[in-house]
């Protein structure tokens, strides 16, 4: 079977920059996509692809890649970018009771900005 | 825009039908699925449908219980759920896919996501 582990935690002093990573057999062949979810809101898509923000999403979110290894970095990190940050990629490994996961999701990790 | 309904408080064992409605983009030709988040939890997929509707995948952890469905003539995604049981207690999002493809060769995201509706499954 296939996951995505994420740090539950992360912490960054404001206007510092901040890396959230995200591993996974999955990433070898799928993408990450990165969502933001503030308490009480819908998941917010922030990078997806190679390095894609979607329109509205400021400049300081960008994505990099690397074998089984995504990661989110935020540069210069703002007080309104405290949230709970998820990732997620395609899946299609057979678990060990043979059924299939096509989607997964890391646990998220709870970025604090100091 | 997308906007669910039909949440709210059920018995174990029962059935729920969830609606989506979207509006602002062209729902016929993308592929939609749903997702949740239990209390305090991480999100989970739940099941896609394709564009046409022709064909669907879900979570194999349902194990069947859960019907994915649309109208495109009226933008409307649909999730029956039945034999609800006390852990499928949750907020139920949905969202729109690709374009088109219900899985695309490499990049697969959800965007955007409807503000969710609550499903509590109680005795």
């Known amino acids: 079977s296939s996951e995505l582990t994420q740090d539950p935690a992360v912490s960054v002093a404001l206007g510092q920059t901040v890396r959230i990573t995200c591993q996974g057999d999955?990433?070898?062949?799928?993408?990450a996509s990165w969502y933001q979810q503030k308490p009480g809101q819908a998941p917010l898509l922030v990078i997806y692809g190679k390095n894609n923000r979607p329109s509205g999403i400021p400049d300081r979110f960008s994505g990099s890649n690397s074998g089984n290894t995504s990661s989110l970095i935020i540069t210069g990190a703002q007080a309104a970018d405290e949230a709970d940050y998820y990732c997620?990629?395609?899946?299609?490994?057979?678990?060990?009771?043979?059924?299939?996961?096509?989607?997964?999701f890391g646990g998220g990790t709870k970025l604090t900005v100091l | 825009q997308l906007v669910e309904s039909g949440g709210g408080v059920v018995r174990p064992g029962r059935s729920l039908r969830l609606s989506c409605e979207a509006s602002?983009?062209?729902?016929?030709?993308?592929?939609m699925h749903w997702l949740r988040q239990a209390p305090d939890k991480g999100l989970e997929w739940v099941a896609v449908?394709?564009?046409?509707?022709?064909?669907?995948f879900s979570a194999e952890s349902l194990k069947g219980r859960f019907t994915i469905s649309r109208d495109n003539s009226k933008n409307t995604l649909f999730l029956q759920m039945n034999s609800l049981r006390t852990d499928d207690t949750a907020v139920y999002f949905c969202?729109?896919?690709?374009?088109?493809?219900?899985?695309?060769?490499?990049?697969?995201?959800?965007?955007?996501w409807g503000q969710g509706t609550r499903v509590t499954v109680s005795s």
């Open positions: 997620n990629s395609r899946d299609n490994s057979f678990n060990r009771d043979n059924t299939i996961n096509h989607v997964i």
């Open positions: 449908i394709s564009y046409d509707g022709q064909n669907t």
């Open positions: 602002g983009f062209s729902f016929s030709t993308y592929a």
């Open positions: 969202a729109r896919g690709a374009q088109w493809l219900i899985w695309t060769p490499r990049d697969n995201y959800f965007d955007p």
């Open positions: 999955s990433l070898r062949r799928y993408s």
